[in-house]
Each structure stands twice: as structure tokens, then as C-alpha cells.
């Protein structure tokens, strides 16, 4: 393998500043390795040239491009063919071939509106327990379920007022109904209650406004 052919270069901050030496390769690029501090600019990356900056893979927690005062918040590369963005140092969707996904427990916005949103995901309810979730409601519709038990439940959404369009018999409406999954508002927040039984998975997820 050749080595590439490299030349010395120089960068200032300002003319009265120090120079900070690096290696010109000759074609033009940049090869650095190490982080360059050029007064308050850090500079970190693996190549640079006209068209392209190569960077470290970074984290959830330390992202690879990050803001000043917030480097817990940017764009990382964390699984092949897979750009995360994470907000205070936890991945809140991810880009792929596929599309782009949006974490678990996440909500989607555009312009204002709630297009879809997991907003309850209990892998473990047992009996008695109230998942809840601080909603003062919307318009469209609301899928639960119990993978537990194959069952599930469409409702219309209008505020905070449910109507079944389909519904499992698991399901109700109705806060304490006996042997049942209970879906309801309180409180300002949407809660489902589980009088059926241990470790059942439920899930919710709403698609609307």
C-alpha cells in the first residue's frame, strides 16, 4: 500500500493567534485525528475535504454533531444503515431505507397535529395496576391492546369521550368494571386500568389531532 504524499499546513484563529499545525495531504484534503481547538471552535473528525466530513459514530448520550452547551442533543450513527437523533441523551427516532421511525413513546407533530403516537406501553400489568397517561385528549382514533391475550380495541375520539367501533370483550370503558381492561379519561390523563390478570402486555396508541 502507498502512503499518501503529505504536506505541512497551518490554521489560525485570528492573525495574533498561535498557529495550530497539521498535515496537508497532497491531493488537497485534510487528515486529522485529534481534537483541534482554534479559539472557541473544536474541530473533530476523521477527514475532511470539498465534498465530505467523516465523523465518530458517537452515542445517544454524546452525539457525533452536537451544539455548544447542548452535546447531549444531534445526529449519531449507532446500527448499519441507521442515522439516530437524540434530544438530551436519548434517541427519539431514527432514519433508515425503510422510512424513518419514531422511538417508543414518542409522539409525532406536524404543524400542531398528532398524526400517530404509542402513548401507553406496559410490557408487565398486573392486576389492579393503572397506567395513565397526562392528555386533556383529542380527535381521531385509539388503538388498544393485550398482546397477552390477542385482544384489542378500536375507539373514535372526540375530546375525551370513547366510542367503540371494535372492541374485544376484554375492553371497557368504564372505570372498575370487573374482568376487564378499562379505558378511560381522569383527571386530565388517559388511563387504562387492568382487572384481568398479571403480567399482561398493553399498549395504546392514538392516530389523529
Do not use: H
Not at 495531504?25 to 487528515?31: A, I, P, R
Not at 475535504?49 to 465523523?55: F, I, R, S
Request: proline share 1%; hydrophobic share 40%.
Amino acid at each position: 500500500m502507498v502512503n499518501p504524499t503529505y504536506k505541512k499546513g497551518f490554521f489560525t484563529s485570528s492573525p495574533s493567534a498561535e498557529a495550530y499545525l497539521g498535515d496537508l495531504k497532497s491531493d488537497g484534503t485534510v487528515q486529522l485525528a485529534a481534537d483541534w481547538n482554534v479559539g472557541a471552535f473544536d474541530l473533530t473528525c476523521v477527514d475532511m475535504n470539498a465534498t465530505k466530513l467523516l465523523v465518530g459514530t458517537g452515542s445517544a448520550s454524546a452525539p457525533s454533531i452536537s451544539f455548544t452547551g447542548y452535546t447531549n442533543t444531534g445526529w449519531y450513527y449507532n446500527t448499519a444503515g441507521r442515522i439516530y437523533g437524540a434530544v438530551g441523551g436519548a434517541s427519539i427516532l431514527y432514519a433508515y431505507s425503510g422510512g424513518v421511525t419514531i422511538e417508543s413513546g414518542k409522539n409525532l407533530f406536524l404543524d400542531g397535529g398528532r398524526i400517530s403516537a404509542v402513548v401507553i406501553n406496559n410490557a408487565d400489568s398486573d392486576t389492579d395496576e393503572v397506567d395513565s397517561y397526562t392528555w386533556a385528549g383529542g380527535y381521531g382514533m385509539l388503538i388498544v391492546s393485550c398482546s397477552t391475550d390477542t385482544a384489542a380495541a378500536v375507539y373514535r375520539l372526540e375530546g375525551t369521550t370513547l366510542t367503540a367501533i371494535s372492541a374485544n370483550a376484554a375492553f371497557n370503558t368504564a372505570k372498575d368494571n370487573a374482568a376487564t381492561y378499562n379505558v378511560y379519561f381522569e383527571g386530565g390523563a388517559l388511563k387504562v386500568q387492568n382487572k384481568v390478570g398479571d403480567n399482561k402486555a398493553i399498549k395504546v396508541g392514538f392516530y389523529g389531532l
